[in-house]
């Protein structure tokens, strides 16, 4: 392998470590889908993703949710958070009809 390669494999892997923190604002009667009873989805959320996730108390008529750890774990938490959204929205929809 030529130096070049071996210089752009170290930097790919330099990049997946970086740390990152992104941020989004739901409405505060949504976050309690992510949530669920206990904290158990939340808590399966961070599980699985790998990524650390804080969510702002309750006082507010809208959340903070802060998703922190490497770009992989953040898309991952991102992905189970929209399937749950998703999850509930077509079951609203469901009893609608």
Same mark, same amino acid.
């Given at each position: 392998?030529?130096?070049?390669?071996?210089?752009?494999?170290? %930097?790919?892997? =330099?990049? /997946?470590?970086?740390?990152? /923190?992104?941020?989004?604002?739901?409405?505060?009667? =949504?976050?309690?889908? !992510? +949530?669920?009873?206990?904290?158990? +989805? +939340?808590? %399966? !959320?961070?599980?699985?993703?790998?990524?650390?996730?804080? +969510?702002?108390?309750? %006082?507010?008529? =809208?959340?903070?949710? /802060?998703?922190?750890?490497? %770009?992989?774990? !953040?898309?991952?938490?991102?992905?189970? !958070?929209?399937?749950?959204?998703?999850?509930?929205?077509?079951?609203?929809?469901?009893?609608?009809?």
């Amino acid at each position: 392998m030529s130096s070049r390669e071996d210089e752009k494999l170290s %930097s790919v892997s =330099e990049t /997946t470590s970086v740390h990152l /923190t992104l941020r989004m604002i739901m409405p505060g009667k =949504e976050v309690g889908s !992510i +949530i669920g009873k206990g904290g158990e +989805i +939340i808590n %399966s !959320i961070r599980e699985e993703s790998g990524a650390k996730i804080y +969510i702002t108390d309750g %006082s507010c008529p =809208e959340r903070i949710i /802060t998703v922190t750890g490497t %770009s992989d774990a !953040i898309c991952k938490a991102y992905t189970l !958070i929209c399937k749950k959204l998703e999850d509930v929205d077509g079951s609203k929809a469901k009893d609608r009809s």
